[in-house]
Structures are given as structure tokens and as C-alpha cells.
């Protein structure tokens, strides 16, 4: 199995950018730990704070049918891109959506997800523990 993880803008300072919120972990801790969990599936990473970066990669990996399913973990463009969202519907393999934090317990406008509806689920709350969660939601 092949599974791409997408993160968006600001997630590059993942255990610098408030610890209190997002934990003191890296995403390289978070993609080592994934990885000794899971040695049966490839793994591929990816980040950027550019939405049409971020849509070129999902389109990349997704609409062709590189990797089996794909994290998205869209930061800040979760609630504002409609762009994301009509990419994720594009695409020809599950997404799940993933956040660190619940989303629903923070400030009201991170309230609405605009991609939700695009996605197979969402995971949110669990602390990085989310990535890996959407994992085992991909893997089925």
C-alpha cells in the first residue's frame, strides 16, 4: 500500500508553531514513528504553504492513481479553499482529512470546513496521533 500525507501552510513549524495547540513533536518524529509502525506501506511527505502547490501534488499522487489513499492535513486553506475542495472530489483515491487539534473547540471560524464534504472522513484531535489514525482509516 501506498499512502501520500499532505500537509498545508504553517505545518512546516509543527514543534516550534504553538506547542500548547500542536504538541512538541515534528512531523519528522511523527513520519518516523509512522514508519516503524507501519514498514508495509510506503510512505511519501509532502508540504507546502501554496494552495496550487498543494493542488498539484494531490493532483499528482491522486488523480493517476500513484498511491493508494491520501492524509490531508490542509492547515489554514481547510476553511477557505474551495480549490482543495474540488481537487479532493477529482481525485480517483480516498482522502482523509486530518487535523492535529479539534478544530471544534477553537475559534468559530475554524469551525466550517470547506473540504470535509470531499473527503472519505475526518480525523481531528488526537494530537499527532491523527495522522496515524487516518492511516488505519485508509488501510481499511
Given amino acids: 500500500m501506498k499512502i501520500l500525507i499532505v500537509n498545508g501552510p504553517n505545518l512546516n513549524l509543527l514543534g516550534q508553531r504553538e506547542p500548547g495547540i500542536y504538541g512538541s513533536a515534528t512531523m519528522d518524529d511523527c513520519l518516523d514513528a ?3 509502525r507501519y514498514p508495509d506501506i510506503e510512505l ?3 508540504q507546502s504553504n501554496v494552495e496550487g502547490e498543494l493542488i498539484n501534488k494531490l493532483q499528482e499522487y491522486g488523480f ?3 498511491v493508494d489513499g491520501i ?8 476553511h477557505t479553499s474551495v ?3 474540488d481537487c479532493i472530489k477529482s481525485l480517483n483515491v480516498p482522502v482523509v482529512e486530518v487535523h492535529i487539534s479539534n478544530i471544534y473547540q477553537r475559534e ?3 469551525h466550517t470546513s470547506l473540504i470535509t464534504s470531499a473527503c472519505r472522513g475526518i480525523i481531528g484531535g488526537f494530537g499527532m496521533d ?3 489514525l487516518a492511516i488505519e482509516a485508509l488501510r481499511g
Avoid at 492524509?71 to 481547510?78: D, E, I, K, R, S
Fill in 34 to 36: 509512522l514508519r516503524r
Fill in 44 to 46: 511519501t511527505y509532502y
Fill in 64 to 66: 493517476v492513481g500513484i
Fill in 71 to 78: 492524509v490531508l492535513n490542509a492547515g489554514a486553506y481547510t
Fill in 83 to 85: 480549490a482543495l475542495h
Fill in 108 to 110: 468559530e471560524y475554524r
Fill in 130 to 132: 491523527s495522522y496515524r
